[in-house]
C-alpha cells in the first residue's frame, strides 16, 4: 500500500457500521471512491464519499442524492448499479459494485487506436445502457471514455451519473453547462441547455477518437476546444484512419451533427442504426476477455491492480476484421503474474517512489493550493459571453435567471462565487443573468386607505408618487378611488384602481377620496359661499331667480364641475339664489262689468272671485266697484282677488 493510502484516514474506517474501507481506487472533483467491504453481505462494493469540504454545500449534497436515484432507477447490464446511499456523520456516501478492471480511457491510452471490432462491442454495450438511460428520461450529462468501466469478466458498463437530469426537469433557463469540454455538445457551449441528443454527440466524439485514437478538436485553452466544437464540424474518422468504413463514417457524423434537431433522438436509435452496421459488415458485439498487459484498474493500490479486457485482438487495426480466439482469464493473470515477479525489488521500489511523487503533485495542482483559480468578472457580458470567460479558466457556468431593475435583460449581474474568489478547477460557478424587472399582478387598490395601498406597493418595488390626486367622492376620506401606471418602459399610462399588470420600477399616482362634498342646496347663500370655501371650492358668480317655492336667500342650485370628473380642491362653481316668488300688480277694474273685469283680472293672472248672487243678473246689470286686494297691490300670480259689485239699471 502506498504511503498515499497510508495517508488517508478512511482506509481501515468502518462506515455506518457495515462497509470496511480497504483502499481508494479514484478521486475526482466531488468525491473520492474506494474499496470497500460489505459485511453484512460479505461482498466487495466501491464506495463512493463526497468531498468533506463539499458536505456542508446543499447543492452538492443534493447532486449526490440524485446520482443514486438517478442510477438506481436504471435495472440494465451495461449501467453500473447503486446498492444504497447515506450519511455517517459528515460522510454522505454513495454504495455501487465494485468492478475490477479499466476505463475505456486507460484502453485507449494503453491501444491509442481500437479495433473496428473493439470499437462495434464498447459502443454497442454503451448504447445499451444509455438506451436504457433515455428511456427512463434520465440524461447522463458526462459521457467520456473516463466514465465507461471495463470489467475483467467481459462486462462494459457505464457509470457515475452524478451529473445526469432527468429530461423533463431539463429547461433553457434553469439548464447547467456541465460534462467535460472535448465532449461537450454545441448547445451546451452555446445556450447551456442537454437533452438526450447531447449524450448522443459526445458519444460520436467517442467514437471518432476510438476509430483514430485522437480528439476532433485540439487547443492549449478549453475555450478554444468549446469554441470548435460550437463552430466547426467533425471530420471523417476514415481521413485519420482509412480503415475506418464508410457506415461508420457516416454514422459519427450523424451523431455530432450542430444541431440536436439532426442527430439521433436517443441512444436507442443511434443503437439500432449501429446493430444495421454490425449487420452490414458481418461483425458482431463479443463477450470481453482479457489481455494486454496489465494496468491500474479502479484502484491506487498494489492488491487491486488488475487486467484490462481487450474484448477482441485484431493483428491489423486498418485492415479486415478478424475475431481472434479469447484466452481465458487466469491464463493471462498467471503469465501477468510471474512478469511481475521477474521484475523484481528495483522496480516496485521506483514505482512506490514514483506514486509518492505523482501523488504529491497531484494533490498539490489537483486538489491542493495549486489548483485553485480566481473566478474571472462577468458583470455586465450576455451569458453566451460569461460562460465563455468562465470554460476559459476550467470552471462550470450554471446559468441561474433573476429580475433586476439596475441590469438590462439578458445581461449578468454577478457571479457566485464571486469574482476573484479561488476555486477548483471544475467548480460549478453561477451566472446570475438579468431577467429584466420582475412582473407583478397588482390587486385591486380601490378601497384600500392610502398608506395601505403604500405599503402593498412596495412590496412589489414600484415607484409610488409622493403626492395624491384628491377628489371629493362618495368614498369615506383617505380611501384610495383610483390608481393611474406610468410605465418605465415608455408608453401611454393606464388604470389599475381595479387591479392591473405592472413591472418593477414602474410608477403609480394613487387617488384619494376627500370624502363627500356638502351639498349646499337649501342654506342661505353666505352660509353656502363660506362652506364651499372651506372645501377649497371658490364660488365665483351668485345668480339669482324667483321661486315660488324657495325662501328669498336660499340657494336653488350649484353648476356642475366645468370638466368631468370630481371636484378637487380649487375648483370654481357658481349658484342660483332664490329672489322669492315673483309678485304682479292688481288692476284696476272699477267700472267694469262683472265678467270684464273677470276677464281683465285673469289675463293678469290673478283668480277673480265674487259673491255668487251678483251671478244671477245680466253683465250689463253690473258694475265693479272695488277689488280686495286693492288695485295696484302687489300679489304672486294666482292670488285670488275678490271683485265688489253693484247692480245697475
Not at 461482498?43 to 449534497?61: E, P
Not at 441512444?267 to 461483425?283: C, F, K, S
Not at 431593475?405 to 479561488?422: C, F, H, L, N, Y
Request: charged share 25%.
Amino acid at each position: 500500500m502506498t504511503s498515499n493510502q497510508q495517508a488517508d484516514p478512511l482506509i481501515g474506517r468502518l462506515v455506518d457500521g457495515r462497509y470496511r474501507v480497504r483502499a481508494r481506487i479514484a478521486r475526482g472533483g466531488m468525491a473520492t471512491v474506494y474499496v470497500a467491504t460489505d459485511l453484512r453481505l460479505e461482498r466487495r462494493i466501491a464506495l463512493k464519499v463526497m468531498h468533506g469540504h463539499l458536505s456542508d454545500d446543499t447543492v452538492f449534497q443534493s447532486r449526490f442524492i440524485q446520482e443514486a436515484r438517478a442510477a438506481a432507477r436504471l435495472a440494465d447490464p451495461h449501467v453500473v448499479n447503486v446498492f444504497d446511499q447515506g450519511q455517517d456523520g459528515e460522510l454522505a456516501y454513495l454504495v455501487m459494485e465494485y468492478l475490477p478492471g479499466i476505463t475505456l480511457r486507460e484502453l485507449m491510452r494503453e491501444q491509442r487506436r481500437l479495433t473496428i471490432a473493439q470499437t462495434i462491442t464498447i459502443m454497442d454495450a454503451i448504447l445499451s445502457g444509455l438506451a436504457a438511460a433515455h428511456k427512463a428520461d434520465i440524461v447522463h450529462r458526462d459521457v467520456k471514455p473516463e466514465n465507461v468501466l471495463l470489467a475483467e469478466d467481459g462486462r462494459i458498463k457505464i457509470g457515475d451519473f452524478g451529473l445526469a437530469r432527468a429530461t423533463s426537469a431539463n429547461t433553457a433557463t434553469g439548464a447547467q453547462l456541465l460534462g467535460t469540454i472535448a465532449y461537450l455538445a454545441p448547445e451546451l457551449v452555446t445556450r447551456g441547455t442537454a437533452d438526450a441528443r447531447s449524450d448522443i454527440y459526445a458519444l460520436g466524439i467517442m467514437l471518432y477518437e476510438m476509430l483514430t485514437g485522437e480528439q476532433p478538436y485540439k487547443g492549449e485553452q478549453p475555450m478554444q476546444i468549446a469554441f470548435q466544437h460550437a463552430t466547426e464540424s467533425v471530420p471523417r474518422p476514415s481521413v485519420r484512419n482509412p480503415g475506418v468504413p464508410e457506415q461508420l463514417d457516416e454514422l459519427v457524423l450523424w451523431s455530432t451533427e450542430k444541431s440536436p434537431d439532426e442527430r439521433p433522438d436517443n441512444a436507442q436509435q443511434m443503437l439500432d442504426r449501429l446493430r444495421e452496421i454490425e449487420r452490414d459488415l458481418g461483425v458482431s458485439p463479443m463477450a470481453a476477455t482479457t489481455a494486454t498487459t496489465p494496468l491500474r484498474s479502479q484502484s491506487d493500490s498494489g492488491e487491486l491492480t488488475k487486467v484490462m479486457p481487450s474484448m477482441m485482438v485484431i493483428d491489423d487495426p486498418t485492415g479486415p476484421v478478424i475475431a481472434a480466439q479469447p484466452m481465458d482469464n487466469a491464463t493471462l493473470l498467471r503469465r501477468r503474474t510471474s512478469k511481475r515477479r521477474a521484475r523484481g525489488a528495483f522496480l516496485l521500489s521506483l514505482v512506490l517512489l514514483l506514486a509518492v511523487l505523482a501523488g504529491g503533485a497531484g494533490w498539490w495542482f489537483g486538489s491542493g493550493p495549486g489548483s485553485l483559480v480566481g473566478v474571472p468578472p462577468v458583470a455586465g457580458l450576455s451569458y453566451e459571453a460569461a460562460s465563455a470567460s468562465l470554460i476559459e479558466e476550467g470552471f462550470l457556468p450554471v446559468r441561474v435567471d433573476e429580475s433586476s431593475v439596475d441590469v438590462d435583460a439578458e445581461t449578468a449581474i454577478r457571479s457566485q462565487p464571486g469574482k476573484g474568489e479561488k476555486l477548483d478547477k471544475g467548480a460549478e460557478v453561477h451566472v446570475i443573468i438579468s431577467t429584466g424587472p420582475a412582473a407583478h399582478t397588482v390587486e385591486a387598490l380601490n378601497g384600500k386607505a392610502e398608506q395601505e395601498a403604500r405599503d402593498y406597493l412596495s412590496t412589489l418595488k414600484v415607484n409610488v408618487a409622493d403626492e395624491t390626486l384628491e377628489l371629493y367622492s362618495d368614498a369615506a376620506a383617505d380611501i384610495v378611488i383610483n390608481a393611474y401606471v406610468t410605465p418605465r418602459a415608455g408608453g401611454e399610462d393606464y388604470v389599475c384602481g381595479d387591479g392591473c399588470e405592472l413591472f418593477e420600477d414602474d410608477s403609480v399616482k394613487l387617488f384619494v377620496s376627500l370624502g363627500s362634498l356638502p351639498d349646499v342646496v337649501g342654506m342661505l347663500a353666505a352660509d353656502a359661499v363660506a362652506t364651499l370655501d372651506e372645501k377649497g371650492i371658490t364660488v365665483t358668480e351668485q345668480f339669482e331667480e324667483f321661486s315660488d317655492s324657495v325662501e328669498q336667500g336660499i340657494v336653488i342650485s350649484m353648476a356642475e364641475r366645468s370638466e368631468q370628473g370630481n371636484w378637487q380642491r380649487g375648483d370654481s362653481t357658481s349658484l342660483v339664489v332664490s329672489k322669492g316668488p315673483q309678485l304682479f300688480e292688481v288692476p284696476n277694474v272699477t267700472g267694469l262689468t262683472r265678467d270684464e273685469a273677470a276677464q281683465k283680472l285673469r289675463d293678469s293672472g290673478f283668480e277673480p272671485t265674487w259673491n255668487g248672487l251678483w251671478s244671477a243678473l245680466d253683465n250689463g246689470n253690473t258694475e265693479v266697484t272695488g277689488t280686495d286686494p286693492a288695485s295696484g297691490s302687489m300679489r304672486r300670480a294666482s292670488t285670488e282677488v275678490y271683485m265688489q259689485i253693484r247692480g245697475v239699471l
